[in-house]
């Protein structure tokens, strides 16, 4: 059975940074809302300076700005890794270690779906994200990065 056409889409979007003429591309994928809390959003992928590329987890419900949450990712074609992140902007988005960013560019392009849960001192916020269509979301995604 095909999954619905909204689960299968990487959105790609492109914000303005805070230089004059700098913008940011991204791509980003909500999550499964059967299999995910209703505080997890989805995860985002962008483009970070330095041709570096960053995974993060959208969050509907911000973390305190200064969290050092537990992020511990399960990806369906197997392995789990714990990571301790940062926030990024408002507190709503957890920045995964640079790490994170190999799997994106690899690994993930084949997994079908992970598994995520961030821990903050006693909350934890679950969700699951289809990986489906990452491979050439990533590659339009690089292809927009400004170097």
């Avoid at 969290?67 to 926030?87: D, N, Q, W």
Wanted: aromatic share 6%; hydrophobic share 45%.
């Amino acid at each position: 059975m095909a999954a619905p056409a909204s689960s299968s889409v990487w959105k790609f979007t492109r914000t303005q940074g805070t230089k004059d003429g700098e913008s940011f591309a991204a791509i980003m994928k909500t999550a499964d809302t059967a299999q995910s809390d209703p505080d997890f959003a989805g995860l985002i992928v962008r483009c970070a300076p330095r041709g570096k590329i960053d995974v993060l987890v959208a969050l509907i419900r911000p973390l305190p700005p200064r969290s050092r949450p537990k992020v511990t990712i399960a990806a369906s074609s197997g392995g789990t890794l714990t990571f301790e992140a940062s926030m990024a902007a408002v507190g709503a988005a957890v920045l995964l270690p640079d790490e994170v960013s190999a799997f994106a560019a690899g690994k993930w392009q084949t997994t079908p779906s992970v598994s995520v849960v961030v821990r903050e001192s006693d909350s934890e916020i679950k969700g699951t994200v289809a990986l489906t269509g990452l491979r050439e979301a990533y590659h339009s995604l690089l292809a927009n990065c400004t170097q």
